[in-house]
């Protein structure tokens, strides 16, 4: 057997040509075989005229030699890939004949050709519909097996919260339950079934549910985001300042896309500012809206880099050297403009991100 099975717009092809040849040269049989990858040579018929009648025998009819057949072989570089017989009983084959013949059979060559690359792309393309229902497999059962650890997690962060008394010490666990719940948002946005926005080119999902847009206050999203950072600032020898935000501050937004966008951002500004440095957190209402910004006094971003770090797996000169996968901003700025905001960037001295979103009630 021949694998994967001929396609039929290659069988019919090969139909076609016998049908044509047998009309034109007035034949009684004509058959096209196919060379089987068997060490006795065997052939097997694909195609043969008239189609009232059964095919011509194979390899053992094949091997004596009749004065009325002609028999024509396929052959591609060095390698034969078939045959052409034809049967003409009591007429001998001239050589315009033959020669006609001879550009049939290059055409057929030509044919199986195309035929073994849709086979070859075929088995890729199965190759890779295996691994992609393996992959959603393990990843499914790793699914699963995540729920029950972060879930035990939370519990225990929830008893340490009812038992620890001093504040640093409810500012340390807020901050273990926040990140609890962010993880388990992302790892419900990876179910196969979940809807995921993506960035242009529909290539990055974006781990989270279409976005809604309607009023969100500001302080709700800052306030933990700022808390958990104020850790991560200390273990890193920074100072985070934030003056906290007027609670009736609302933008038209999405609360766990803006969520996204600041932690980003504060991580980004964590990350690559030096031991030392400060990083400031604010937002304020303005004429052209809400306005939200990270700001922080490292190295910056030069000039010439500008335009591009808000491009996919970009990573300048400053931040090539730090893990990271350049994505962070690309994500911030697709977010932003779902929500109907801009993102604009100040650098050097520092790096000033501000994200502009409408005035909860704008359009």
Known sequence: MITPPLSPEFINLCQGQVELLGNIFQVSRCTIYLRQPAENWSFT???????TQPA??????LTNAKPEQLVLPLVQGEVLLGLLVLLRPGMLWSGWEQEQLQRATQ????AWGLEQQRQNWQTRTQSLTDGHTQTQELLATVLHQLRS??????TFAQLLRKRLGGAKDQEVVTGMLAQTERIAELLLRLEPTAPQPRL???SVPLLLPGLTLEPVRVAEVLTPLVMTAHLTAQ??????????????????????????????????SLKYTPPGGHVEVGAEATP?????????DGLGIPGEEQLRVFERHYRGCRTATTPGDGLGLAVVQELVSQMGGRITLTSPPGTRMEIWLPNAGQS
Not at 107 to 110: E, H, I, K, N, S
Not at 149 to 154: D, F, G, R
Not at 250 to 257: E, I, L, N, P, S
């Open 45 to 51: 018929p694909v195609a043969t005229y008239p189609q």
């Open 56 to 61: 011509l025998p194979g390899s053992s009819w």
């Open 107 to 110: 055409t057929l060559v030509l």
């Open 149 to 154: 650890p972060l879930s035990a997690l939370k």
């Open 200 to 202: 242009p080119g529909g």
């Open 235 to 268: 273990e890193r020898g920074l100072t985070l300042g934030y003056t906290p935000v007027s609670p009736t501050l609302a933008a038209q937004a999405d609360a766990q896309a803006l969520r996204e966008v600041v932690s980003n951002l504060l991580d980004n």
């Open 288 to 296: 052209a809206g809400v306005v939200i910004w990270v700001q922080d």
